[in-house]
């Protein structure tokens, strides 16, 4: 059973030099999941938002590699929103939690670490949609 309450932003090993930091990531090491696929959102119009949808078996790890954004997580109950402005912060979005990203900053990159490759049908884009496939299964059913 997925919520927004067990969608956490994990600190991620920064190693700074006097020539500037890096930051890691390693499957299964750094994250519960082997990474499937890794993609970039990026050229975003300052100020933005991308439109939102769930998964009902990906997980993420959302990473602000390049200047900010903000992702709202509902889970058919409750919302919350996360700011993500720095590159050594990663957001687990577990599967079952609609997502939408907001407020871009020029020039943000979005980097994110998927559990699966891609999947059409693993994809739900319409939130009444959500809300019936939420209600439906009882273990996505938020408590």
């Known amino acids: 059973m997925s919520t927004i309450f067990n969608c956490d932003v994990i600190e ?65 109950k409750n919302r919350k929103t996360i700011r993500l402005d720095r590159p050594n912060f990663a957001l687990h979005i577990r599967k079952g939690i609609w997502r939408e990203t907001k407020n871009f900053t020029s020039g943000s990159i979005c980097m994110v670490l998927a559990s699966e490759v891609y999947t059409e049908s693993d994809y739900i884009y319409d939130y009444k949609e959500y809300l019936k496939y939420k209600n439906e299964d009882p273990n996505n059913v938020p408590r």
């Open 12 to 76: 991620l090993k920064k190693n700074k030099q006097k020539v500037g930091s890096s930051t890691s990531v390693e499957s299964r090491l750094s994250f519960p999941f082997e990474i499937k696929r890794v993609y970039y959102i990026y050229d975003v119009p300052g100020g933005s938002d991308r439109g939102g949808h769930a998964h009902k078996e990906l997980e993420q790890y959302i990473i602000a590699t390049s200047g900010a954004f903000e992702v709202v997580l509902d889970d058919g």
